[in-house]
């Protein structure tokens, strides 16, 4: 009820497949995983990852904290962004209480379970840009609930030597 025009957009792009087969562009241990950005799909842009989305911004509905578990859109910065509009699909996780993000992007959903494989992707090893060493995927993302939409972390795929990967 606090974000609706967020909360119905990434309804819309879950129920559509958008998400799935997007890669963690962003991983920052203790703080937050990202996600979003339809370039991941392709290995060959991984210099572009984060710039990525639908073409579009979503007005911002700024409001939630930023508790654990918290989803969030992600946003251009001030200076290029005043009025803090949202990313159109880009979005990312917080791992823990991130009281300095609170009042600057919308909160908009809460992760219900599979928060400890969240953690194990944000630990993985990861390149000066916070990109994962190796590909982390979403297989597919799916909402819950009435009108507050949650992100349901499925377990990954597990490869040889990394648990977090998949």
């Known amino acids: 009820t606090n974000a609706p025009k967020t909360s ?10 958008f998400y799935d087969g997007i890669a963690f562009h962003r ?3 203790n703080y937050i995983v990202q996600a979003g950005d339809p370039l991941t799909k392709d290995a060959a842009q991984k210099h572009l990852w984060g710039t990525g989305g639908p073409g579009y911004t979503i007005p911002a509905e700024i409001g939630l904290p930023h508790e654990r578990g918290s989803v969030a859109m992600a946003r251009l910065g001030d200076a290029a962004n005043p ?4 990313s159109g699909s880009q979005f990312y996780i917080a791992l823990d209480r991130l009281a300095k993000l609170d009042r600057e992007y919308t ?4 992760v219900t379970s599979g928060l400890e494989y ?8 990861a390149d000066s840009n916070n ?21 349901a972390a499925a377990q990954p795929a597990a490869t040889a030597g990394s648990p977090a990967a998949g």
């Not at 969240?118 to 090893?125: E, G, K, N, R």
Request: aromatic share 4%; charged share 15%.
């Open 118 to 125: 969240l953690d194990q992707i944000a630990a993985s090893a």
């Open 8 to 17: 119905a957009n990434f309804k819309k792009l879950a129920a559509s497949g």
């Open 131 to 151: 990109n994962p060493a190796e590909r982390v995927e979403i297989v597919a993302a799916s909402t819950a609930g009435g009108v507050t939409p949650t992100l």
């Open 107 to 110: 909160v908009f959903g809460k």
């Open 83 to 86: 009025n803090k509009a949202s």
């Open 27 to 29: 991983v920052i241990p």
